[in-house]
């Protein structure tokens, strides 16, 4: 699974680990993306990969209203 959100589009962000003596080292940090399935208002069923940000859209909007908006920017059919 990619650390990929299907919903916000967050992925990995770079950066360096700054140890005690200053000594700096490449590191990612990762969105915590889970695989959710979500039931539509039409009876079927969606499997997406979403963050935790793209689960509180999700309660917000309303999963029909967020497939409408993937739908249109078609990154899911």
Do not use: Y
């Not at 590191?27 to 959710?36: A, E, G, I, S």
């Not at 997406?48 to 999700?58: F, H, M, N, P, R």
């Amino acid at each position: 699974m990619s650390f990929v959100c299907d919903v916000t589009g967050a992925k990995p962000s770079f950066g360096n680990a700054v140890s005690f003596s200053h000594r700096r080292t490449r590191r990612r940090w990762n969105p915590n993306v889970q695989r959710r399935r979500f039931r539509l208002a039409d009876g079927t069923t969606v499997r997406l990969d979403v963050s935790t940000t793209g689960l509180k859209v999700i309660d917000r909007d309303g999963i029909d209203a967020v497939m409408a908006r993937l739908r249109a920017r078609g990154a899911v059919r």
